[in-house]
């Protein structure tokens, strides 16, 4: 059974930081991996998509990379602004027919002005 | 670009009355649609989902059930709720293998 850990759960910032979020996964036969942003009683803003062939994508200020083998994904955020502050979830879809996305329990990230 | 609306944003309801949410799909046709629930602190637990109109599967056995009248509704019923329902519920469509969301709903049971 897939398992997606996040570490840290939480993480305090000062404005201007580069950070990085870690996310792993105990199996590594993965189809894609997808990292999310979800801003408190709000649903999930996708931010990121992974294909399992690839190593890594990049979006504006952010940029995430997955080394299947090692069953690992970072998302980098480069000079951390206050409105980055969130929680950040990755989760992973399986190779094969199988359609359900497993989720991390997420990252809570403040950026502090 | 795929819209998903979910309604109502928030609920509270008593124990034991009924529940109904529902959730649409804009900007795609046949898309395969997912309720998730979102325990405080915790990461998502996958419902139900439904590949067509009228084809649920289930996850986990629980107080509720889905059904998928239209290609683009998706709605999350229970005939009587319970005070373990309250949480954060969120639809979800699958569009190439990418996932969209639905703003949720925070249901509490009184």
């Known amino acids: 059974k897939q398992e997606v850990t996040q570490i840290p759960a939480a993480l305090s910032v000062p404005e201007g930081e580069n950070l990085v979020l870690n996310c792993s996964f105990t199996d590594s036969a993965i189809y894609n991996l997808q990292w999310f942003r979800q801003d408190p009683g709000k649903g999930l803003t996708s931010l990121l998509l992974i294909q399992s062939s690839q190593r890594e994508q990049t979006s504006g200020r952010l940029n995430a990379s997955l080394d299947k083998s090692s069953g690992r994904s970072t998302l980098y955020i480069a000079a951390s602004q206050p409105g980055d502050s969130a929680t950040y979830l990755c989760a992973v879809r399986p190779a094969g027919s199988a359609r359900q996305l497993t989720f991390g329990s997420g990252t809570q990230l403040t950026v502090l002005p | 670009s795929q819209t998903i609306h979910q309604w109502p944003a928030t609920l509270v309801q008593p124990v034991g009355s009924p529940l109904s949410l529902e959730c649409t799909v804009e900007g795609t046709s046949n898309p395969n649609l997912y309720w998730y629930r979102q325990a405080a602190g915790r990461g998502l637990q996958l419902l139900f989902y439904?590949?067509?109109?009228?084809?649920i599967s289930s996850e986990v056995p629980q107080n509720l059930s889905a059904s998928r009248p239209q290609d683009r509704q998706f709605i999350l019923s229970s005939k009587k709720l319970l005070l373990s329902d309250s949480g954060f519920y969120l639809c979800?469509?699958?569009?190439?293998?990418?996932?969209?969301f639905g703003q949720g709903t925070r249901l509490t049971v009184v």
């Open positions: 979800a469509c699958h569009f190439n293998t990418e996932a969209f």
């Open positions: 439904s590949v067509g109109i009228g084809q």
